[in-house]
């Protein structure tokens, strides 16, 4: 199980997230409480272990303005909320894996409560090359993402199972350690982000959600794993 800790602000919670296990971090560049300078993003960056995926967080934000913040922070990746214009998605990929071996372009999907929009969209991006990873967060009017409200997670199982296989699914929205083993026993999802439902207020995180919700989501997906094989 994939676990991203997102919306760190500061290397103490940059390293908390790292000794606890988490797979990746997640520095957010567009408007928000959690929102980071890409050099304040790189000193961060810089104090994790380079195994570490470091995610950049955009939202409608042009090719050029990403690259840069991409080579600047030493990003290994890029979460992008908003519209593909252009194809910035297979640019990201292409001029991404030059920089960064292994880069990562992480395209999010919100679930609005209309399971039938929902599983087109997802449809249309395991149909598409590039988008190798997907993210699905809550989908609330004039929110990116950052809503700490979980999405309908029954009514979004059917896609989730149909894209199984196709992309790597991560779930977000809302995650807390008291609900994420029913969203992975739901969904199976390859992995898990989090970021107000580990904080002790906006932008810090806090040492025992961190390390309580990572020991969950990887205890509930060996669960998930093994309940799924015996089938």
Same mark, same amino acid.
């Given at each position: #199980?994939? !676990? ?13 997230? @790292?000794?606890?296990?988490?797979? /990746? ?5 567009? *408007? ?10 790189? +000193?961060? @960056? ?5 195994? #570490? ?17 991409? *080579? =600047? %922070?030493?990003?290994?990746?890029? +979460?992008? =909320?908003? $519209?593909?214009? %252009? ?7 292409? +001029?991404?894996?030059? #920089? ?9 999907? =919100? ?10 969209? #997802?449809?249309?991006?395991? $149909? ?29 199982? %059917? ?12 779930? &977000?929205?809302?995650?807390? %350690?008291?609900? !994420? ?6 969904? +199976? ?16 995180? =806090?040492?025992?959600?961190?390390? @309580? ?6 205890? &509930? /997906?060996?669960? @998930? ?7």
């Amino acid at each position: #199980m994939w !676990v991203k800790i997102c919306g760190i602000t500061s290397i103490r919670d940059g390293l908390t997230a @790292a000794s606890a296990g988490a797979d /990746a971090v997640g520095f957010v560049f567009a *408007e928000s409480a959690r929102r980071v300078t890409p050099e304040a993003a790189r +000193q961060i @960056a810089e104090s994790l272990p380079p195994e #570490m995926e470091k995610i950049g967080v955009f939202v409608n934000a042009p090719l050029d303005t990403v690259l840069q913040s991409v *080579e =600047h %922070a030493h990003l290994t990746g890029v +979460q992008l =909320h908003g $519209e593909d214009p %252009a194809g910035i998605t297979e640019s990201l990929c292409e +001029q991404g894996e030059k #920089m960064v071996r292994g880069f990562r372009v992480v395209r999010v999907v =919100h679930y609005t409560g209309n399971a039938d929009r929902f599983a087109s969209q #997802m449809r249309r991006l395991t $149909e598409a090359d590039a988008a190798a990873t997907v993210l699905v967060d809550t989908g609330i009017a004039g929110r990116p993402g950052g809503t700490g409200i979980p999405f309908d997670w029954e009514a979004a199982e %059917a896609s989730f199972r149909d894209a199984a296989g196709k992309v790597r699914l991560i779930a &977000a929205g809302g995650l807390t %350690a008291e609900n !994420v083993a029913r969203a992975i026993a739901t969904l +199976q999802p390859w992995g898990v982000d989090v970021s107000s439902g580990v904080e002790s207020a906006p932008g810090r995180k =806090h040492p025992e959600r961190v390390e @309580a919700f990572i020991e969950t989501a990887r205890a &509930a /997906a060996r669960i @998930a794993w093994n309940v799924s094989a015996a089938r």
